[in-house]
């Protein structure tokens, strides 16, 4: 039986020229790093997502923000991870922001961002990331206009990663 959908490889060190197997570049971006004294401070009215039913409305957004993803990819079992903390900004019944911070022993991963890049969002994301690892440099991967709000807000490139992608 074979999986219909797309099958993605991510090529952390940009090292790989996967064209031969049939993969085409998904996009190009850059490793990006801030420790704690360089981020900024966070806004208010953020809250970390802990119900399924909040999970689900932060999913929907987030699909809306961006993501390529045709249906639901988040359970609510890792609302139980301690290692991982989901974040939103909300309006109503909805949310115009968020993000995932994943905690490791050495920093914080942050990822899933979405809502505007030209605002506090990434700042608030980076400050929450860095309190919820306690203090430990936060770590992600960007591109264009967000990579370069990014720069703005205290992170420094690290180095490139490519996406690759392959229509099954």
């Known amino acids: 039986m074979r999986n219909p959908d797309p099958?993605?490889?991510?090529?952390?060190?940009?090292r790989l020229d996967l064209a031969p197997l049939g993969f085409r570049v998904l996009f190009d971006a850059s490793w990006v790093g801030a420790d704690a004294d360089a981020i900024s401070h966070a806004d208010e009215?953020?809250?970390r997502i802990e119900t399924s039913p909040a999970l689900e409305r932060w999913e929907t957004a987030w699909n809306r923000g961006g993501s390529s993803a045709d249906r639901s990819i988040f359970v609510p079992d890792i609302l139980n991870d301690p290692r991982i903390a989901i974040f939103g900004r909300a309006d109503g019944e909805g949310f115009l922001a968020g993000f995932i911070a994943n905690?490791?022993?050495d920093c914080v991963g942050l990822s899933n961002l979405f809502g505007r890049p030209d605002s506090e969002v990434i700042a608030t994301a980076a400050a929450l990331?860095?309190?919820?690892?306690?203090?430990?440099p936060v770590v992600s991967y960007s591109s264009g206009d967000e990579?370069?709000?990014?720069m703005r807000y205290g992170f420094q490139e690290l180095g490139p990663l490519r996406i690759w992608i392959k229509d099954l």
């Open 45 to 47: 009215g953020w809250m």
């Open 129 to 136: 990331s860095s309190d919820f690892g306690d203090g430990l």
């Open 147 to 150: 990579l370069t709000a990014m």
């Open 103 to 105: 905690r490791s022993s």
């Open 7 to 14: 099958f993605s490889v991510k090529d952390g060190n940009n």
